[in-house]
Nanobody, 122 residues
Framework: QVQLAESGGGLVQTGDSLRLSCAAS????????MGWFRQAPGKEREFVAA????????RYADSVKGRFTISRDNAKNTVFLQMNSLKSEDTAVYYC???????????????WGRGTQVTVSS
């Protein structure tokens, strides 16, 4: 069983940057594809970014492409989401996920963290 713990969320202003972290335990992190989803109030959970187990394949939602960067440190069992040029529409709870196939479908992922709140104030 893989446990995921997100951190780094907070309240920022439009245009600011924020870096989310997700620490994994209980599994072989270096063999897991990792991803980030987000869910805004009243909306469905949506795909943000994903990274393959090796870091060699990346995938981004069009809405964050060019602003967000996903990366991983297999030595520290941690995946990151660097978010730049934040917009009010980025406000959501951000969830770390593991075990999927770099899919945009949340049903394709096996493990989920509890989420971290990101609020972008204009």
């Amino acid at each position: 069983q893989v446990q995921l713990a997100e951190s780094g969320g907070g309240l920022v202003q439009t245009g600011d940057s924020l870096r989310l972290s997700c620490a994994a335990s209980g599994g072989i992190f270096s063999s897991l594809n990792m991803g980030w989803f987000r869910q805004a109030p009243g909306k469905e959970r949506e795909f943000v970014a994903a990274i393959s187990w090796s870091g060699g394949s990346l995938r981004y939602a069009d809405s964050v492409k060019g602003r967000f960067t996903i990366s991983r440190d297999n030595a520290k069992n941690t995946v990151f989401l660097q978010m730049n040029s934040l917009k009010s529409e980025d406000t959501a709870v951000y969830y770390c996920t593991a075990g999927g196939r770099l899919s945009v479908l949340n049903t394709s992922w096996d493990y989920w963290g509890r989420g971290t709140q990101v609020t972008v104030s204009s």
